[in-house]
């Protein structure tokens, strides 16, 4: 006769054969030596500080015009306000789901919230679109008149779409013991979610400027974490070691791997835009 508690656990989880997940000491030193070799000269050659730091990671993936951003105590923020909305929404996101006990959940969100995600990244893309096309002259009208309001609410809402395919996906690829649980299980998940995401956004336009000197830190480390993210699944996979790992702290050299690997795409992007540009300021349209 079968266990009650051992079903009801082979219905939420599963898992594969299980394989230690410590590394050779050659492993070990082939990472930590491109580590040194690819992030030490990438800060040696940015602008100094720790915000110049920060502006070399948005300007590697954001125009970062200065009407397009926002500023605090006179400086403006390293990623525009779209991509600084982004990413804004991506941690609040990831806060509600830490919150709700779901930091492990590996099944993306089902259809109908998919594409109510969906939804967000088009009105995204049509917003985004109305605002590239008024940097022409003859397109002044458009439209209708895009602002930075309509910028960083459009880009939170699409980083609340992206953290629930990433953290999904990045989990099924990790852990040993799968949580087959939807970080967004329906409706109600839904409205919460939004209303963080509608809280942080409020936040942001509230006039403060240290919380949007705060904010503008953490969205900059938000591009950092994605392809950190992203990279450190790729390396696992390239050690055939996906579905292996029991704890956070196992994932230490794929973190490094996927950090080391996201500093060197940075930085190629840095150096390509560099040598086009000459300069490490925002791309210069003129003002709307």
Known sequence: MVNLMEYEASSTTTSRPHHTAGYSLVLIALVVSAAVLVIGP???????????????????????????????YDRQLPLCARCS????????????????????????????????????????????????????????????????????????FVGLAMIHLLLPTFNAAVWRVQDRRRALEGWQDLGIYCAAVAGTVLLTLSGSWLLLYVFGIISALGILFVLTLVNSVMFIAFLRRDRTYHQWGQLWLPALAGLTAAILLIGGMDAMRFALTGTWEGFVFGTE
Not at 43 to 71: M, W
Not at 119 to 140: E, R
């Open 85 to 156: 909305g982004i990413y804004l929404g991506m941690w609040t996101g990831l806060g509600v789901i830490a919150a709700t006990g779901r930091l492990r959940a590996s099944r993306l969100p089902d259809w109908k919230m998919a594409l109510v995600l969906v939804m967000f990244v088009a009105i995204l893309g049509v917003d985004g679109l109305n605002s590239y096309f008024h940097l022409f002259p003859d397109f002044d009208d458009g439209l209708y008149q895009p602002n930075n309001t309509l910028r960083v609410t459009t880009g939170a």
């Open 42 to 72: 990438w800060l040696l050659l940015t602008p100094d500080g720790f915000l110049g730091k920060l502006d070399a990671v948005g300007y590697a993936t954001c125009h970062r015009i200065a009407e397009r951003s926002f500023s605090a």
